[in-house]
């Protein structure tokens, strides 16, 4: 069976501070996909990155970088220089090739105090 | 046009009301689902559509009905719900039926209150 363990549960900092998300994931698959989201109080999950099983590069967008490292099962998400608006709860989630699921963390709520 | 709508945003019924969830994408999905979230938790996968037809239901109680007219819209019906169905309900669409490689698209959400 697959699992997605976000172990914070809630994070605050103050704003332009840096933060990581922790996302550890468990499958026996060797193919499989890798996703974080954001949902702001709106309520809408904002797809935010995709990583497939095979590809351990990590990224960088702006502000935000994921470390995947297999040899953990963690995929990991950083937020540099925190602002008010990345406050919201951020799931990691997974899906196996072929698999019509995603398999979601429970979450890990951000607020960022001006 | 890279959206899910969904309408409407906010819903309160009776328990013995019969309404109606709408969810349209026109991205050309050609899967689609219901997810259910309740407060502080993941959202939990209802149901699943692919190329129109029912593939996954996640043993929901029959006083949720879904429905799939054509390839860009669900329903999703509600019927003798209960206080504790009262949740965030999401619809989302992804681009191929054989897996969800490339995510979701996720809809804003229906806001139900079941009183």
């Known amino acids: 069976a697959q699992k997605v363990t976000q172990a914070q549960t809630e994070i605050s900092v103050v704003e332009k501070e840096d933060v990581t998300l922790d996302c550890v994931y468990e499958?026996?698959?060797?193919?499989?996909?890798l996703f974080w989201y954001k949902q702001p109080p709106s309520g809408e999950l904002v797809f935010l990155i995709r990583?497939?099983?095979?590809?351990?590069q990590n990224e960088i967008s702006g502000r935000y970088s994921w470390n995947f490292q297999k040899s953990t099962s963690s995929f990991n998400f950083t937020i540099t220089a925190s602002q008010v608006v990345d406050s919201a709860v951020y799931f990691c989630a997974l899906s196996l090739q072929g698999a019509q699921k995603l398999v979601f963390g429970q979450g890990t709520r951000l607020t960022i105090n001006p | 046009d890279t959206e899910v709508t969904q309408t409407p945003k906010h819903l309160v019924m009776g328990m013995t009301n019969k309404k109606s969830l709408k969810c349209e994408q026109h991205?050309?999905?050609?899967?689609m689902y219901w997810y259910k979230q309740k407060a502080k938790k993941p959202p939990e996968l209802m149901f699943v559509y692919s190329y129109e037809k029912l593939s996954i239901n996640e043993s929901v109680p029959s006083r949720f009905s879904p429905e799939c007219p054509n390839s860009s819209l669900l329903n999703l019906h509600l019927h003798a719900l209960q206080p504790e169905d009262s949740a965030l309900y999401l619809c989302?669409?992804?681009?191929?039926?054989?897996?969800?490689?490339?995510?979701?698209?996720f809809g804003s959400g229906t806001r139900l209150t079941v009183v």
């Open positions: 499958t026996r698959d060797t193919t499989y996909y």
């Open positions: 990583r497939n099983s095979f590809d351990e």
């Open positions: 989302a669409s992804s681009q191929f039926a054989t897996g969800v490689h490339y995510g979701y698209t």
């Open positions: 991205m050309g999905h050609r899967a």
